[in-house]
């Protein structure tokens, strides 16, 4: 199964990937885990990256294109994957297309941005395996530690209120005209984000089923 997941920043995209990514036994692949990796090694395409993902604003298009062509080459994809982040701009969706890439659903997780923001204020994010948490829907065992690998969660610097703000305006910019391009398609599954996290993840099951 090859899946999408869109949605505004805090919309659950990450958080709902990994649970799939369980289930399924398919690797969630997200652009934002991979850059910031990046950027921590200090590579060409970290530098390059930096400087856009501290503003809130997207990455080029060629930059996170070729992170994807490359990332779909390892073995892991090869029985399918979820792409978390990825596509953002209508694109890299149509690189998507071009590079012969069949998806098989998109799901498109819908919020509204006060929720969003409240949200991403109590985000926690662990920097070694991009798993995140929140300090109350969905709260680690053992408070500031990641339940998966035992490292210390930070704050992500982008889930900063005022640039919170911006990923937002980009988000209803660049990403949501994505909606009508996979609605046209017929691979559109919207789900309603929920309050709980349970109830999210039964709607995500019930798309993925149907
Ligand atoms: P995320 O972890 O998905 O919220 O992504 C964090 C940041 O990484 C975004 O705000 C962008 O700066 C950058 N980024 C991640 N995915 C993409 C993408 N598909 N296109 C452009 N920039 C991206």
């Not at 950027?39 to 992170?67: C, H, Q, W």
């Not at 062509?69 to 071009?98: S, V, W, Y």
């Not at 300090?135 to 704050?155: A, F, M, N, T």
């Amino acid at each position: 199964m090859n899946l999408i997941f869109i949605g505004a920043p805090g919309a659950g995209k990450g958080t709902q990937a990994e649970i799939v990514e369980d289930k399924y036994h398919i690797p969630a692949v997200s652009t934002g885990q991979i850059i910031r990796e990046a950027v921590r090694e200090g590579t060409a395409m970290g530098k390059e990256a930096k400087s856009y993902m501290e503003k809130g604003a997207l990455v080029p298009d060629e930059v996170v294109v070729n992170i994807i062509k490359e990332r779909l080459t390892h073995e892991d994809c090869k029985n399918g994957f979820i792409l978390d982040g990825f596509p953002r701009t209508l694109p890299q969706a149509r690189a998507l297309d071009e590079m012969g890439v069949r998806i098989d659903k998109v799901i498109n997780l819908e919020t509204d941005d006060a929720m969003i923001e409240a949200r991403l204020e109590g985000r926690r994010v662990c920097e070694k395996c991009g798993a995140s948490y929140h300090v109350e829907s969905r709260p680690p065992k053992q408070r500031d530690i990641c339940d998966r690998c035992g490292e210390k969660l930070i704050v992500r610097h982008d889930d900063e209120p005022e640039v919170v703000r911006n990923r937002l305006a980009t988000y209803h910019e660049q990403t949501e005209p994505l909606k009508s391009y996979y609605e046209a398609q017929g691979k559109l599954c919207t789900v309603q984000s929920q309050q709980e996290l349970e109830q999210t993840t039964a709607l995500v099951q019930k798309a993925l089923e149907a």
